[in-house]
């Protein structure tokens, strides 16, 4: 039997609530006999700061270099905001990606028939819709050089960052979104925006020269502005978009919305040999945190892309989505799930849920 080594890292506000739940899931269905589990917990963000006075420390991030897989729960702290920015807790995460060179990001943002009418949008602009975005996660003006903020002859400040990616950055997000593709709707398209930056230009060349390797594949371009008035207009025109890494942030927050609840979205995060970080899209959401009302649903799909891009463990991943979509159909709900007639639960009462239904 495959043993899953996996780091579990909770992190700050509702974080260690949702990994806890996600977690029982995974011990069930290892129970049940489809694998065994090593789980190893550390802390990271704010919670890591406040225990080891760095956001990733060092036995942190030797730990997720181990495993074979990182459950992520979420990093953000207000009243960290105010330290030096590579002490904030964010930089927990960028870090990660980064030392784990985990360049792409899945987020598969779809639309459940319940929650169409929660959507900020009108129910039949978005039922049905069932979109990926891949977004490339370790380049770009995320991680270009040089940035700062200096002080120019005049003596005003002046701040900068640099949006730059290499030919085969370019190259091997492309072909993750072809390869995407081929197992959905077989259709890409690109988002950039080529009319005005350099870096864009070249990323719709590369893109457009990657895609004669997937003839089955078909390839459209979009400026990013269109986009962002496309996936409201009619998200459904999509199958899967292929973003730089600050238009997938942006655009993959904007997607999240149309599903009806952010609780939702899970994400994945892979190196070229599909290890991976998993994490919801939501963040730390500190008003709710310690209350047991955050829906630990993103994280527990979350899981369920781990079984199935780490793991290849497919039956063990559609367990777990079938055991969410029941709930969703049946209730009980959280606060940002509820429909009338659904009874109410929390946090915990939502992985009881989930546990019966996984059976
Ligand atoms: C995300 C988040 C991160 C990002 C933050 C927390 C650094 O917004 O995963 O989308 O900007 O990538
Ligand atoms: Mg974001």
Redesign the pocket.
């Known amino acids: 039997m495959k043993t899953l080594h996996i780091a579990v890292l909770p992190g700050d506000g509702i974080g260690p609530e949702i990994t806890h739940q996600a977690v029982r899931l995974l011990q069930r269905l290892a129970e049940q006999g489809h694998f065994a589990l090593e789980l190893d917990h550390a802390d990271v963000g704010g919670a890591a700061y406040r225990s080891s006075g760095h956001p990733l420390p060092e036995a942190t991030l030797r730990l997720a270099q181990q495993a074979d897989a990182v459950l992520f729960g979420s990093v953000?702290d207000f009243s960290l905001d105010t330290l030096p920015r590579e002490l904030r807790p964010?930089q927990a995460?960028?870090g990660l990606r980064k030392h784990l060179q985990l360049f792409a990001n899945l987020r598969p943002a779809m639309v459940y028939p319940e929650l169409a009418a929660a959507s900020s949008l009108k129910p039949e602009v978005v039922a049905g819709m069932d979109l990926l975005i891949i977004r490339e996660l370790t380049g770009d003006i995320y991680f270009g050089q040089p940035r700062g903020i200096r002080i120019l002859e005049n003596g005003e400040r002046e701040g900068f960052d640099t949006m730059r990616y290499s030919e085969s950055e370019i190259r091997r997000i492309a072909h993750i979104g072809f390869q995407a593709a081929q197992k959905r709707g077989h259709r890409l398209c690109s988002v950039d925006k080529a009319n005005v930056l350099e870096t864009t230009q070249l990323w719709r060349d590369v893109v457009t020269e990657v895609s004669s390797e997937y003839p089955d594949v078909a390839l459209s371009h979009m400026y990013v502005d269109n986009a962002a008035m496309q996936l409201l207009k009619n998200p459904k025109q999509f199958d899967v978009m292929l973003t730089g890494n600050m238009f997938g942030?942006i655009l993959?927050d904007e997607a999240s919305m149309l599903t009806g609840s952010i609780g939702m979205l899970p994400s994945a995060s892979l190196d070229a040999n599909n290890k991976g970080l998993y994490e919801p899209?939501h963040g730390s959401a500190p008003d709710i945190a310690g209350k047991d009302l955050a829906n630990p649903m993103a994280t527990v799909l979350s899981a369920a892309m781990m079984l199935r891009y780490t793991f290849g463990l497919e039956a063990s991943a559609v367990a777990l989505e079938n055991a969410v979509r029941r709930v969703l159909a049946t209730g009980p709900a959280t606060a940002d799930i509820a429909r009338p007639g659904l009874a109410s639960t929390g946090c915990s009462g939502m992985g009881d849920a989930l546990l019966a239904a996984l059976g």
Do not use: K, V
Request: cysteine-free; proline content about 0%.
């Open positions: 953000g964010e995460i960028l942030d993959s899209i």
